[in-house]
Protein backbone atom coordinates (compact mmCIF):
# COMPACT_ATOMS: atom_id res chain seq x y z
CA UNK A 1 0.00 0.00 0.00
CA UNK A 2 1.10 3.35 -0.92
CA UNK A 3 2.51 6.00 1.67
CA UNK A 4 -0.28 8.66 1.54
CA UNK A 5 2.25 11.82 1.52
CA UNK A 6 1.23 15.96 2.16
CA UNK A 7 3.28 18.65 1.81
CA UNK A 8 2.85 22.16 3.45
CA UNK A 9 4.36 25.18 1.88
CA UNK A 10 4.36 25.86 -1.43
CA UNK A 11 7.70 28.03 -1.89
CA UNK A 12 10.81 27.32 -4.06
CA UNK A 13 12.23 23.83 -2.21
CA UNK A 14 8.38 22.79 -1.86
CA UNK A 15 8.55 21.21 -5.48
CA UNK A 16 11.58 19.40 -4.62
CA UNK A 17 9.22 17.61 -2.12
CA UNK A 18 6.21 17.77 -4.48
CA UNK A 19 8.47 16.13 -7.04
CA UNK A 20 9.93 13.16 -5.21
CA UNK A 21 6.66 12.50 -3.24
CA UNK A 22 4.64 12.09 -6.61
CA UNK A 23 7.66 9.77 -8.29
CA UNK A 24 8.61 7.59 -5.75
CA UNK A 25 6.69 4.08 -6.34
CA UNK A 26 6.05 3.98 -2.68
CA UNK A 27 4.37 7.12 -2.07
CA UNK A 28 1.03 9.08 -3.67
CA UNK A 29 1.03 12.51 -2.95
CA UNK A 30 -2.44 13.67 -1.97
CA UNK A 31 -1.94 17.33 -1.18
CA UNK A 32 -0.33 20.62 -0.87
CA UNK A 33 -1.49 23.54 1.90
CA UNK A 34 -0.24 26.94 2.14
CA UNK A 35 -2.35 29.66 3.66
CA UNK A 36 -2.08 31.47 0.23
CA UNK A 37 -4.97 30.06 -2.31
CA UNK A 38 -3.00 31.23 -5.29
CA UNK A 39 0.50 29.58 -4.27
CA UNK A 40 -1.57 26.37 -3.43
CA UNK A 41 -3.56 26.18 -6.27
CA UNK A 42 -0.06 26.98 -8.59
CA UNK A 43 1.06 23.53 -6.80
CA UNK A 44 -1.38 21.86 -6.69
CA UNK A 45 -1.94 22.09 -10.95
CA UNK A 46 1.76 21.44 -11.42
CA UNK A 47 1.96 18.25 -9.91
CA UNK A 48 -1.67 16.92 -10.23
CA UNK A 49 -2.60 16.75 -6.85
CA UNK A 50 -5.63 18.92 -4.24
CA UNK A 51 -5.02 21.99 -2.92
CA UNK A 52 -5.77 22.87 0.91
CA UNK A 53 -5.14 26.28 2.79
CA UNK A 54 -6.21 24.58 5.76
CA UNK A 55 -3.99 22.43 7.91
CA UNK A 56 -6.41 20.81 10.10
CA UNK A 57 -7.88 19.95 6.81
CA UNK A 58 -5.14 18.70 5.47
CA UNK A 59 -4.31 16.45 8.49
CA UNK A 60 -8.38 15.16 8.46
CA UNK A 61 -7.52 13.94 4.69
CA UNK A 62 -6.15 10.57 5.76
CA UNK A 63 -2.20 10.96 5.44
CA UNK A 64 0.97 8.93 6.53
CA UNK A 65 3.98 11.34 5.96
CA UNK A 66 4.23 15.33 5.71
CA UNK A 67 6.69 17.27 4.52
CA UNK A 68 7.00 20.57 6.02
CA UNK A 69 8.78 23.63 4.00
CA UNK A 70 7.57 26.58 5.80
CA UNK A 71 9.60 29.08 7.50
CA UNK A 72 11.41 28.09 10.29
CA UNK A 73 9.20 29.48 12.86
CA UNK A 74 6.55 27.97 12.02
CA UNK A 75 8.22 23.98 11.95
CA UNK A 76 7.40 23.50 15.66
CA UNK A 77 3.87 23.90 15.97
CA UNK A 78 2.83 22.01 12.06
CA UNK A 79 5.29 19.08 13.55
CA UNK A 80 3.71 18.74 17.09
CA UNK A 81 -0.17 18.65 15.23
CA UNK A 82 0.95 16.12 12.83
CA UNK A 83 3.00 13.69 14.81
CA UNK A 84 0.17 13.97 17.36
CA UNK A 85 -2.27 12.88 14.77
CA UNK A 86 -0.12 9.87 14.11
CA UNK A 87 1.61 11.66 10.96
CA UNK A 88 5.44 10.84 10.12
CA UNK A 89 7.18 14.29 9.20
CA UNK A 90 10.00 15.40 7.20
CA UNK A 91 11.39 18.42 8.27
CA UNK A 92 12.98 21.15 6.24
CA UNK A 93 16.36 22.06 7.53
CA UNK A 94 16.65 23.59 10.67
CA UNK A 95 14.14 21.20 12.28
CA UNK A 96 12.90 23.97 14.84
CA UNK A 97 14.35 27.67 15.94
CA UNK A 98 15.50 26.34 19.84
CA UNK A 99 16.62 23.58 21.34
CA UNK A 100 13.92 23.26 23.64
CA UNK A 101 11.38 23.10 20.38
CA UNK A 102 13.47 20.26 19.36
CA UNK A 103 13.61 18.27 21.96
CA UNK A 104 9.43 18.70 22.64
CA UNK A 105 9.19 16.99 18.98
CA UNK A 106 11.83 14.13 20.12
CA UNK A 107 9.85 13.60 23.30
CA UNK A 108 6.38 13.99 21.44
CA UNK A 109 7.55 11.48 18.51
CA UNK A 110 8.51 8.92 21.48
CA UNK A 111 5.64 9.30 22.94
CA UNK A 112 3.38 8.87 19.99
CA UNK A 113 5.54 5.86 18.01
CA UNK A 114 6.03 8.43 15.09
CA UNK A 115 8.88 9.07 13.16
CA UNK A 116 10.35 12.48 12.33
CA UNK A 117 13.57 13.45 10.41
CA UNK A 118 15.00 16.74 9.07
CA UNK A 119 16.62 17.67 5.58
CA UNK A 120 20.24 17.54 6.34
CA UNK A 121 20.75 16.37 2.48
CA UNK A 122 24.05 17.12 2.02
CA UNK A 123 25.28 14.20 4.36
CA UNK A 124 23.68 12.47 1.25
CA UNK A 125 25.56 13.11 -1.24
CA UNK A 126 27.47 9.92 -2.67
CA UNK A 127 30.82 11.48 -2.28
CA UNK A 128 29.52 12.19 1.30
CA UNK A 129 28.27 9.02 1.92
CA UNK A 130 31.24 7.32 0.04
CA UNK A 131 33.29 8.85 2.63
CA UNK A 132 31.48 7.93 5.94
CA UNK A 133 31.40 4.46 4.78
CA UNK A 134 35.29 4.30 4.13
CA UNK A 135 35.65 5.35 7.84
CA UNK A 136 32.94 2.99 9.34
CA UNK A 137 34.90 0.80 7.68
CA UNK A 138 38.27 1.58 9.73
CA UNK A 139 39.66 2.17 6.36
CA UNK A 140 41.40 5.71 7.81
CA UNK A 141 42.13 3.81 10.58
CA UNK A 142 41.17 5.93 13.62
CA UNK A 143 39.26 9.08 12.79
CA UNK A 144 41.70 12.07 14.03
CA UNK A 145 40.30 15.20 12.62
CA UNK A 146 37.30 16.70 10.19
CA UNK A 147 37.51 20.23 8.94
CA UNK A 148 35.09 21.59 6.74
CA UNK A 149 34.75 25.06 5.01
CA UNK A 150 32.00 26.74 2.93
CA UNK A 151 32.33 29.93 1.37
CA UNK A 152 30.19 31.95 -0.99
CA UNK A 153 26.98 31.24 1.10
CA UNK A 154 24.54 34.25 0.61
CA UNK A 155 24.24 37.47 2.45
CA UNK A 156 21.89 37.77 5.37
CA UNK A 157 20.42 40.63 3.57
CA UNK A 158 20.22 38.59 0.15
CA UNK A 159 16.50 37.06 -0.29
CA UNK A 160 16.78 33.16 -1.46
CA UNK A 161 14.08 31.94 0.67
CA UNK A 162 11.62 34.46 1.27
CA UNK A 163 11.65 37.54 3.61
CA UNK A 164 11.01 35.64 6.81
CA UNK A 165 14.90 35.19 6.93
CA UNK A 166 14.80 38.66 7.74
CA UNK A 167 14.12 37.72 11.40
CA UNK A 168 16.85 35.69 11.85
CA UNK A 169 19.92 37.25 13.89
CA UNK A 170 21.94 35.87 10.42
CA UNK A 171 19.12 37.37 8.10
CA UNK A 172 19.70 34.65 5.12
CA UNK A 173 23.38 33.80 5.67
CA UNK A 174 21.90 31.85 8.76
CA UNK A 175 19.27 30.38 6.99
CA UNK A 176 22.24 28.52 5.09
CA UNK A 177 24.45 27.66 7.44
CA UNK A 178 22.95 23.89 8.70
CA UNK A 179 23.94 22.64 5.84
CA UNK A 180 27.88 23.27 7.33
CA UNK A 181 26.84 22.38 10.08
CA UNK A 182 25.32 19.32 10.35
CA UNK A 183 27.63 18.07 7.94
CA UNK A 184 30.42 18.28 10.30
CA UNK A 185 28.30 16.64 13.05
CA UNK A 186 27.30 13.77 10.80
CA UNK A 187 30.84 12.87 9.66
CA UNK A 188 32.81 13.80 13.06
CA UNK A 189 30.16 13.06 15.92
CA UNK A 190 28.54 15.08 18.17
CA UNK A 191 30.67 17.22 20.63
CA UNK A 192 31.63 15.72 24.12
CA UNK A 193 29.75 18.30 26.14
CA UNK A 194 27.70 21.82 24.67
CA UNK A 195 30.15 23.64 26.93
CA UNK A 196 32.85 22.22 24.90
CA UNK A 197 31.40 24.05 21.62
CA UNK A 198 33.59 27.08 20.53
CA UNK A 199 32.02 29.64 17.87
CA UNK A 200 33.74 32.66 16.70
CA UNK A 201 31.63 35.13 14.53
CA UNK A 202 32.33 38.51 12.51
CA UNK A 203 30.46 41.10 10.60
CA UNK A 204 32.59 42.42 7.53
CA UNK A 205 29.42 43.98 5.99
CA UNK A 206 27.24 46.99 7.16
CA UNK A 207 23.54 45.84 7.03
CA UNK A 208 20.29 48.56 7.39
CA UNK A 209 18.54 45.42 9.03
CA UNK A 210 21.06 45.19 11.32
CA UNK A 211 22.31 41.56 11.07
CA UNK A 212 24.78 40.77 13.75
CA UNK A 213 27.21 38.09 11.87
CA UNK A 214 27.55 37.23 7.97
CA UNK A 215 30.66 35.27 9.05
CA UNK A 216 31.18 32.42 11.80
CA UNK A 217 33.46 29.19 12.86
CA UNK A 218 32.93 26.26 15.25
CA UNK A 219 35.20 24.27 17.14
CA UNK A 220 34.62 21.04 19.32
CA UNK A 221 36.23 17.63 20.33
CA UNK A 222 33.80 14.77 19.93
CA UNK A 223 32.70 12.23 22.28
CA UNK A 224 35.36 9.87 20.36
CA UNK A 225 37.96 12.53 20.66
CA UNK A 226 37.89 13.72 16.85
CA UNK A 227 38.99 17.56 16.62
CA UNK A 228 36.22 19.21 14.35
CA UNK A 229 36.09 22.38 12.63
CA UNK A 230 33.37 24.13 10.26
CA UNK A 231 34.13 27.84 8.63
CA UNK A 232 31.63 29.77 7.26
CA UNK A 233 31.43 32.53 4.93
CA UNK A 234 29.12 35.15 3.37
CA UNK A 235 29.71 36.06 -0.25
CA UNK A 236 32.78 35.46 -2.07
CA UNK A 237 33.39 32.20 -4.31
CA UNK A 238 31.76 28.96 -3.19
CA UNK A 239 33.54 26.67 -1.97
CA UNK A 240 32.26 23.12 0.23
CA UNK A 241 35.28 21.38 1.51
CA UNK A 242 36.10 18.51 3.85
CA UNK A 243 39.29 17.49 5.01
CA UNK A 244 39.26 14.25 6.99
CA UNK A 245 42.30 12.77 8.79
CA UNK A 246 42.82 9.40 9.74
CA UNK A 247 45.55 7.37 11.17
CA UNK A 248 46.26 5.52 8.32
CA UNK A 249 44.20 7.23 5.68
CA UNK A 250 43.57 11.29 4.79
CA UNK A 251 40.51 12.16 2.66
CA UNK A 252 40.40 15.69 0.80
CA UNK A 253 36.56 15.67 -0.17
CA UNK A 254 34.89 18.68 -2.70
CA UNK A 255 31.35 18.65 -2.49
CA UNK A 256 30.83 20.76 -5.84
CA UNK A 257 32.22 18.73 -8.14
CA UNK A 258 31.58 15.76 -6.00
CA UNK A 259 35.17 14.43 -5.70
CA UNK A 260 37.72 12.13 -3.02
CA UNK A 261 40.95 12.04 -3.13
CA UNK A 262 42.73 9.64 -0.67
CA UNK A 263 45.70 10.43 0.66
CA UNK A 264 47.86 7.31 1.49
CA UNK A 265 51.20 8.09 1.75
CA UNK A 266 54.02 10.63 2.58
CA UNK A 267 54.56 13.13 -0.30
CA UNK A 268 56.87 15.16 1.65
CA UNK A 269 60.31 13.23 1.16
CA UNK A 270 61.43 14.67 -2.16
CA UNK A 271 60.97 16.66 -5.24
CA UNK A 272 60.18 13.52 -7.19
CA UNK A 273 57.09 12.83 -4.37
CA UNK A 274 55.60 16.35 -4.40
CA UNK A 275 55.09 15.85 -7.76
CA UNK A 276 53.74 12.17 -7.92
CA UNK A 277 51.09 14.01 -5.08
CA UNK A 278 50.24 16.65 -7.79
CA UNK A 279 49.43 13.87 -10.73
CA UNK A 280 47.77 11.66 -7.53
CA UNK A 281 45.33 14.79 -7.60
CA UNK A 282 44.92 15.17 -11.41
CA UNK A 283 43.77 11.39 -11.79
CA UNK A 284 41.55 11.42 -8.60
CA UNK A 285 39.74 14.58 -9.92
CA UNK A 286 39.82 13.02 -13.48
CA UNK A 287 38.44 9.69 -12.35
CA UNK A 288 35.69 11.28 -10.27
CA UNK A 289 34.62 13.45 -13.52
CA UNK A 290 34.36 10.15 -15.37
CA UNK A 291 32.06 8.99 -12.14
CA UNK A 292 29.80 11.97 -12.33
CA UNK A 293 29.72 11.76 -16.15
CA UNK A 294 28.30 8.30 -16.05
CA UNK A 295 25.81 9.30 -13.47
CA UNK A 296 24.47 12.50 -15.11
CA UNK A 297 24.42 10.09 -18.12
CA UNK A 298 22.73 7.30 -16.19
CA UNK A 299 20.12 9.99 -14.88
CA UNK A 300 19.72 10.90 -18.87
CA UNK A 301 18.88 7.69 -19.93
CA UNK A 302 17.41 5.92 -16.79
CA UNK A 303 14.84 8.23 -15.23
CA UNK A 304 13.79 5.65 -12.88
CA UNK A 305 13.36 6.34 -8.84
CA UNK A 306 15.51 3.71 -8.02
CA UNK A 307 18.28 5.58 -9.99
CA UNK A 308 17.28 9.06 -9.08
CA UNK A 309 17.61 8.26 -5.22
CA UNK A 310 20.95 6.83 -5.56
CA UNK A 311 22.11 10.75 -7.12
CA UNK A 312 19.45 13.09 -5.54
CA UNK A 313 20.35 13.50 -1.95
CA UNK A 314 16.92 14.66 -1.42
CA UNK A 315 15.32 11.94 -2.50
CA UNK A 316 17.80 9.80 -0.54
CA UNK A 317 16.32 10.82 2.24
CA UNK A 318 12.51 10.48 1.13
CA UNK A 319 13.36 6.66 0.29
CA UNK A 320 15.26 5.68 3.63
CA UNK A 321 11.98 7.68 5.61
CA UNK A 322 9.35 5.73 3.46
CA UNK A 323 11.08 2.42 4.50
CA UNK A 324 11.35 3.86 8.31
CA UNK A 325 7.60 4.47 8.10
CA UNK A 326 7.01 0.74 6.99
CA UNK A 327 9.26 -0.38 9.82
CA UNK A 328 12.55 -1.29 8.16
CA UNK A 329 15.44 0.98 8.90
CA UNK A 330 16.14 3.66 11.09
CA UNK A 331 15.23 7.87 10.29
CA UNK A 332 17.55 9.13 7.68
CA UNK A 333 18.79 12.27 9.98
CA UNK A 334 17.64 11.95 13.95
CA UNK A 335 16.84 14.67 15.31
CA UNK A 336 19.47 14.28 17.79
CA UNK A 337 21.51 14.75 14.99
CA UNK A 338 19.35 17.94 14.60
CA UNK A 339 19.40 19.42 18.16
CA UNK A 340 23.14 19.37 18.05
CA UNK A 341 22.70 21.22 14.48
CA UNK A 342 20.49 23.85 16.48
CA UNK A 343 22.64 23.86 20.01
CA UNK A 344 25.29 25.11 17.20
CA UNK A 345 23.78 27.33 15.59
CA UNK A 346 22.59 29.15 19.30
CA UNK A 347 26.21 29.30 20.25
CA UNK A 348 27.22 31.13 16.97
CA UNK A 349 24.35 33.54 17.88
CA UNK A 350 25.27 33.83 21.49
CA UNK A 351 28.98 34.86 20.05
CA UNK A 352 27.87 37.08 17.34
CA UNK A 353 25.91 39.25 20.16
CA UNK A 354 27.23 37.92 23.93
CA UNK A 355 25.68 40.69 25.93
CA UNK A 356 22.19 39.93 24.48
CA UNK A 357 19.56 37.13 25.95
CA UNK A 358 18.77 34.76 23.33
CA UNK A 359 15.55 35.46 21.40
CA UNK A 360 12.36 33.60 21.40
CA UNK A 361 10.19 32.91 18.48
CA UNK A 362 7.73 35.29 17.80
CA UNK A 363 4.02 34.01 18.76
CA UNK A 364 2.25 35.05 15.74
CA UNK A 365 1.09 33.79 12.42
CA UNK A 366 3.54 33.00 9.94
CA UNK A 367 3.28 32.63 6.21
CA UNK A 368 3.82 28.60 5.46
CA UNK A 369 5.49 29.37 2.28
CA UNK A 370 9.30 28.69 2.27
Known amino acids: MAVRTAVVGGGTISRVHLRGARENPQTELVGICDLDESVARERAREFGTM ?3 DFSELLAAGIDCLHI ?3 VQSHFEIASQAIEAGVGVIIEKPATVTVEEIEKLEELSEEYDVPATVIHNHLFYPVVRQACEMIESGELGKLQSVDVIYTGLTPPDQVNRGSWVFDLPGGEFEEGIPHPIYTVLGVG ?7 GISAQTALLEEYEDGFSYDQAQVNYVSESGVLCS ?15 NGSEKSLILDEINQSLYTVDEDYTNSAVSRTKKAVDVSMAQLSSTAQNVKLVASN ?4 SWENEAESNSHFAIFDEF ?3 LEGH ?3 PASLEQSKWTIRTMEAIRAAAEP ?6 PAEETVSITQ
Open 51 to 53: AFT
Open 69 to 71: CTP
Open 189 to 195: GFPESID
Open 230 to 244: VKMLSGGQPQRMHVI
Open 300 to 303: RFDD
Open 322 to 324: VEC
Open 329 to 331: GDV
Open 355 to 360: STEKSQ
